[in-house]
């Protein structure tokens, strides 16, 4: 029987050619109607896998990875247009197994009579385990080429199987040219300039954030705020006033969240006091929880730091515990100062270095009895066994130091702690090159 709604026709909206009319966002309407036309992914497209298997005719199972609004979904669709593949898009927030098998079923029907299926899974790290498994058998025997989205890392987020069975492609935040070439688009479509002065339009463009969806909604804002005609042009302060400043693209609890505590971490290792603030500022301006920054800064202080400046963990736990009397926004200038102390302070991780060292020794080594020289005899019995036979108390040594053997009789000496000649380390090394000359001297001597 044929479709009553005209062919073709999902509903009787579209039907009736209302759907043509219909108020459609900009953003949609400037949406890319060929592979030339998307911008900002030349990486992936013209020259790249994409391109390549696009013009070999034939797609495989690929994986896009990137912010929200770099293309990827309109990338997806044009690939099932140039390789003539069935379309078929499902979001793993509202779909489940049900919707899949449904797919799974239409796509090797289609594929009986001569017709491939690409299925195109929105957010497909949304999907457990047990689901991204279900697109294996199906992958693998050509039923769908499958182009999975998402923002997060697939390396953390998605199985090793189906990684295996698909490439991971990178798509990349658009940078500000790419963002101007769409306002221009933009313009085009709408037959007249944007009304911002050049401050303005940068600051549009800093607002989008690298999101070419964002920054169309945006602009499209100012394109309904000033009416067609108007000799107004809108300057950075009259802006803010037309549009909501978007939130920087942060999730505290996914793969941003990592990305930039890391950067901040990296930066004040590396002594960088200026690039330590500006990722400071990103995680705060992007909602993260200030006692987070606080204990990643005493762990930056004991890694990184150490016995270097021993006043740098006094530092990081004063910031902790006047942000946490201060609150926000004042108690942030805490941190802000614990950022800075620990980014220009001297550098050593040697304690760091020790302690794992000694950690990986202590667990081959077994249950190994301290030298009974250095117990003590509190029983008659234990006194006469040898506990504490034979003690130095180093106090009584000139130099407080006596030079005994503290390690198992059973375990030579270890040397895990090799202080750097860096801040207050410097004097420890030559403290400890002292002692180990003592000890030797002694050692000979006896």
Sequence with gaps: MANATGKGAANLFEAAGLAETAPRPLADRLRPQTLDEVIGQDHLLGDGLLGRMVRAGRLTSVIFWGPPGTGKTTVARLLAEVTDLHFEQLSAIQSG???????????????????????????????NRSQQDAFLPHMEDGTIVLVGATTENPSFELNSALLSRA??????????????????RAEEHEARKLPLDDDARQTLISMADGDGRGLINLVEDVFLSVPVGSKTIVNRAGLA?????????????????????????????????????????????????????ARRLVR???????????????????????YDFLGTPEGELALAQATVYLATAPKSNAAYAAFKASARVAKESGSLLPPKHILNAPTKLMEQEGYGAGYAYDHNDAEAFSGQNYFPEAMDRQHFYTPTGRGYEAEVKERLERWAAIRTERREEG
Aim: charged share 25%; aromatic share 8%; proline share 3%.
């Design 97 to 127: 197994v049900a919707d899949l098998r449904k797919v799974f079923d239409a796509a090797r029907a289609k594929r009986e009579a001569g017709h491939g299926t690409l299925l195109f899974i929105d957010e497909i790290h949304r999907f």
């Design 167 to 184: 490439s991971v492609l990178t798509f990349k935040r658009l940078v500000d040219e790419a963002l101007e070439a769409l306002i221009q």
């Design 241 to 293: 006033e037309l549009v909501q400043r978007r939130a920087p693209i942060y999730d505290k609890s996914q793969d941003g969240h990592y990305n930039l505590i890391s950067a901040l971490h990296k930066s004040v290792r590396g002594s960088d006091p200026d690039a330590a603030l500006y990722w400071l500022a990103r995680m705060l301006a992007g909602g993260e929880d200030p006692l987070y920054i």
């Design 300 to 322: 930056m202080a004991v890694e990184d730091i150490g016995m270097a400046d021993p006043a740098a963990l006094l530092q990081a736990n004063a910031a902790k515990d006047a």
